[in-house]
């Protein structure tokens, strides 16, 4: 696992951190709430342990603060404490812990906390694909990439970085539905979702916008980072044709680019009509290109 560590304690931190590389993972270890939070905005987490007492901002605050943010991971969180009573434990679960560890902590029982982390985090993970994706095509379903865009708009307000977003639509899609069928149709919709993923980079986005409709979400590009996108999505789609159960049918794809930043000062709504105006104009325009 991919794990946070919280506490200013030195000795505690690095005893901490060793232990739980020898167990195989990865870890990330800092002083203060503070850092962690900046951490955890940076990166996604499966697991963060944090102490209780901090400086600044305290292991509950940490808690609060990570269950108030939409995320479509899970961090699963467990708290340091050398405190006894019921009461506590209720506060902590309250500010959103999962699980708590009294320091000085036993290895042995470090190890079984973490087999149960293990076992509430796949869980979270098999709920949020069945949540979160297209059935058809197995990318995003239009409410977990919209959710994703309005935290990248966010976090590019924050930065005072470029977030480029793109809508794509295939070329006369229902003209394939009705002249072949649904199901050739699903097959040009699952075979245009593989294509396109493979135009993307790591960091880039796509989820399912709506019937044809596919929207990319490319955090930190500029306009012609943007556009270089959008078309290598052009060209991945008119590449070859697609086979379906009649043969092979030629499929393009129209799309409109539109690009924010902090200092325009866009929201998500106003990225999506700006791509939408794109994309109209693109397919006025003749169809299988690129507009922004």
């Avoid at 209720?90 to 560890?101: P, R």
Wanted: glycine share 8%.
């Amino acid at each position: 696992m991919k794990i946070l560590i919280a506490e200013d304690d030195t000795t505690t931190r690095l005893i901490f951190g060793a232990t739980l590389r020898k167990m195989g993972h990865t870890v990330t270890a800092v002083e203060d709430g503070q850092k962690a939070w900046e951490a955890w905005q940076q990166e996604e987490y499966s697991l963060l342990i944090s102490d209780w007492i901090m400086p600044d901002i305290d292991g509950l605050e940490l808690c609060k603060r990570i269950r108030a943010q939409p995320s479509l991971q899970y961090t699963y969180i467990i708290l340091l404490t050398s405190m006894d009573g019921k009461g506590s434990y209720l506060e902590g679960m309250d500010a959103g812990a999962d699980d708590f560890i009294t320091k000085p902590f036993d290895e042995e029982q470090l190890a079984a906390r973490l087999r149960v982390a293990e076992r509430i985090i796949a869980l979270h993970r098999k709920l949020r694909i069945q949540a979160t994706r297209d059935h058809l095509t197995g990318v995003w379903n239009r409410a977990a990439i919209m959710d994703y865009l309005l935290g990248e708009v966010e976090r590019a307000r924050r930065q005072s970085t470029h977030i480029g977003v793109i809508i794509a639509d295939l070329d006369h899609f229902k003209r394939i539905n009705d002249t072949f069928g649904h199901p050739a149709g699903d097959a040009v919709l699952q075979e245009a979702a593989r294509r396109m993923q493979l135009a993307l980079r790591p960091y880039d986005r796509l989820g399912r916008y709506g019937g044809e409709e596919f929207l990319f979400i490319a955090s930190g590009c500029d306009l012609s980072q943007t556009m270089a996108l959008a078309e290598r999505i052009r060209s991945f789609m008119s590449a070859d044709p697609i086979t379906i159960h009649s043969g092979e049918l030629p499929v393009t794809v129209s799309l409109g680019a539109a690009v924010g930043s902090d200092q325009v000062g866009e929201d998500a709504a106003a990225l999506i009509a700006a791509a939408d105006e794109a994309l109209y104009r693109a397919k006025k325009a003749g169809r299988n290109r690129v507009e922004s």
